[in-house]
């Protein structure tokens, strides 16, 4: 029987890629062989930017859709703000967003408390989308709606993001 403990031929460990956590209202862009997390995800959006070329990658946590609709100073806790602050961050270490490719997930109505229209968690979805239309970055994956819970893994490596569910197996957009 073969043991797969992390070790490669030569019996040296594999090192394991850096773990970088982003909170809620928080981004955090990386090059290289890093994993960003993040969880807590109900009406939020998660928003994964990826360029393979440059090997950038970021990782957005919004709460709300849009800055306009509220004061606030950090740009991360919304939805437009948010992903035109990590686009830029991802181009300041020489990614180019004509190779950029995007990945959203969240936007779930946990509990609906609004009266007439659409919830939080449908207006910081249609919001990501209209911002990264903007930006003519293109959504390639997305997990979005329902009435769960979710936490998110992306790749730096590969672009991959792991979507986790309390209600269901891990997906891989």
Do not use: W
């Amino acid at each position: 029987m073969k043991v797969y403990d992390g070790t490669t031929a030569e019996s040296e460990p594999v090192a394991e890629p850096e773990r970088i956590k982003v909170g809620i209202a928080e981004s955090k862009v990386t090059t290289g062989d890093a994993v960003l997390t993040t969880s807590g995800l109900g009406s939020c959006l998660g928003v994964a930017v990826y360029d393979e070329r440059a090997d950038v990658a970021g990782l957005l946590h919004v709460m709300l859709p849009s800055i306009d609709e509220m004061e606030g100073k950090n740009g991360a806790k919304f939805a437009d703000s948010g992903i035109r602050e990590l686009v830029t961050e991802m181009e300041g270490l020489g990614a180019d967003r004509e190779r950029m490719e995007a990945k959203i997930a969240g936007g779930s109505d946990m509990l609906d408390f609004s009266e007439n229209g659409s919830g939080i968690g449908v207006r910081n979805v249609e919001q990501g989308r209209r911002t990264l239309e903007e930006f003519d970055i293109p959504v390639v994956g997305e997990d979005v709606g329902g009435d769960h819970g979710r936490s998110l893994r992306l790749d730096a490596r590969t672009g991959d993001l792991i979507v986790k569910s309390a209600n269901r197996d891990a997906i891989t957009l």
